[in-house]
């Protein structure tokens, strides 16, 4: 198994900043990808951002691009999410996510094994 503890939440104004942290432990060597989901109340888990757990090529949900980075520091097995220039609608909880299976999508809530609990982002206006 793989377990994920999320932490760096917390609220912040419209235009701010703030990144999130997500380390592993357990079989960590068994993760393909590593992904951040959000779900904001009321709505469903939404794609947020992924990359390969040892890094390169990340990918992005089109409403984060351009303001959310990914990264990963697999020394410290630890994944971040480096959020700018924050809008009141990227608030929700934020969740780190792994994927063991070497095959399938990254997108989908499904294709991912392991979560983190989440943690708060809160944006004011």
């Known amino acids: 198994q793989v377990q994920m503890v999320e932490s760096g939440g917390g609220l912040v104004q419209s235009g701010g900043s703030l990144r999130l942290s997500c380390e592993a432990s357990g079989r960590t060597f068994s993760a393909q990808i590593m992904a951040w989901f959000r779900q904001a109340p009321g709505k469903e888990r939404e794609f947020v951002a992924a990359?390969?757990?040892?890094?390169?090529?990340?990918h992005s949900g089109d409403s984060v691009k351009g303001r959310f980075t990914v990264s990963t520091d697999s020394a410290k097995n630890t994944v971040y999410l480096q959020m700018n220039r924050l809008k009141p609608e990227d608030t929700g909880v934020y969740y780190c996510a792994a994927k063991t299976r070497g095959w399938g999508g990254i997108y989908s809530v499904l294709d991912y094994d392991y979560w983190g609990q989440g943690t708060q982002v809160t944006v004011s206006t």
């Open positions: 990359i390969p757990w040892n890094g390169g090529i990340t």
